[in-house]
């Protein structure tokens, strides 16, 4: 019989091997299999029969990977299984950086109660008129699980769709390109498209990859989306390209105290996954992976 414990995170999703969550590293002190959401592991004592590790999300940032190398612990993620949420997110994003949605609501919380509310809002409105994205072109750069959804989506959309990924496989950018255009040089994206989202893994080559270059590249009034990792951006080039007017709007799903609160930015807590149905999934592949492994001595990354 394994011991499996659950770190800060999964506990509605039926399955029986981790009843409960915990927290504290002393309750991980006998598991054979460690299932962690966003919390760090990099500050952790391993517990001393640890075999395996897996992360309910595709980003593994949070996992101190050489050290688990180097005691022969396998590392397992979920790709794809909370691809919807983040889709879905970053949809609401662009959404969200087109039309004043935020400002409108705050307006109407700042005069509920006021009986000619309903009046007033129609003579307000103006200020809150914003641009649909219908026909606009969207650059997609990683064209993996999420990148690909959210082509896909931005296509039912009406959006025109930009993709960039040198990593694709053949036979996924054979259905892709039907549909969009699959361009072999990211600076197309940046020279041509009005939003541009980064779905990339976090690595130190992607580490602030859009920067002041590619930045500079963009159209003017372009919208830079971020919902993948805060360090492929640096941050301060973007924030420097939109108090010049350079770019309009800089989603991101990361908040840092660079960005959060800043004029031209939306900055969303780390939500792109917290769905139910995303955390279900993730918890599900992750326990049949550490379970395929412990029990059956096969390694599959799902
Ligand atoms: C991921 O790495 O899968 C996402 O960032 C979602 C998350 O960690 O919550």
Redesign the pocket.
């Known amino acids: 019989m394994y011991k499996y414990h659950c770190l800060n995170a999964i506990s509605k999703s039926g399955l029986d091997i981790f009843p409960e969550t915990y927290e504290a590293q002393e309750t991980m002190e006998y598991a054979d299999a460690v299932l962690v959401?966003?919390a760090s592991m990099h500050e952790m004592e391993f517990p001393l029969c640890l075999k395996a590790v897996a992360?309910?999300?595709?980003?593994?940032?949070?996992i101190p990977l050489e050290a688990c190398a180097e005691r022969g612990i396998v590392v397992f993620?979920?790709p794809g299984?909370?691809a919807n949420?983040?889709k879905e997110l970053v949809i609401a994003g662009m959404l969200l950086a087109s039309r004043d949605i935020m400002g409108g609501i705050e307006w109407v919380k700042a005069h509920a109660g006021e009986t000619d509310v309903a009046k007033r809002a129609e003579k307000q409105k103006k200020e809150f008129a914003g641009c649909e994205i219908e026909g606009k072109r969207l650059g997609v750069i990683g064209l993996g699980a999420i990148g690909a959804l959210v082509a896909n989506a931005a296509l039912h959309l009406g959006m025109e769709v930009y993709g960039y990924d040198p990593y694709l496989s053949v036979d996924s950018a054979w259905s892709l390109s039907r549909h969009i255009r699959h361009v072999k040089d990211v600076n197309e994206i940046y020279s041509q498209c009005d939003y541009i989202t980064v779905h990339v893994p976090a690595s130190e080559n992607t580490k602030g990859m859009i920067g002041k270059d590619a930045v500079q590249k963009m159209k003017d009034g372009a919208v830079l989306l971020n919902?993948?990792?805060d360090i492929l951006v640096d941050e301060q080039d973007v924030m420097d390209a939109l108090e010049n007017g350079k770019l309009k709007k800089y989603v991101t799903?990361f908040p840092n105290p660079q960005t959060a609160g800043k004029d031209g930015v939306i900055v969303i807590p780390?939500?792109?996954?917290?769905t139910e149905e995303?955390e279900e999934n993730?918890a599900k592949m992750a326990v049949k992976e550490i379970r395929e492994y412990l029990e059956n001595g096969n390694i599959r990354n799902s």
């Open positions: 959401r966003s992360r309910a999300g595709a980003g593994v940032n949070n993620n979920t299984a909370n949420g983040v919902f993948a990792r799903d780390h939500l792109g996954a917290s995303s993730c």
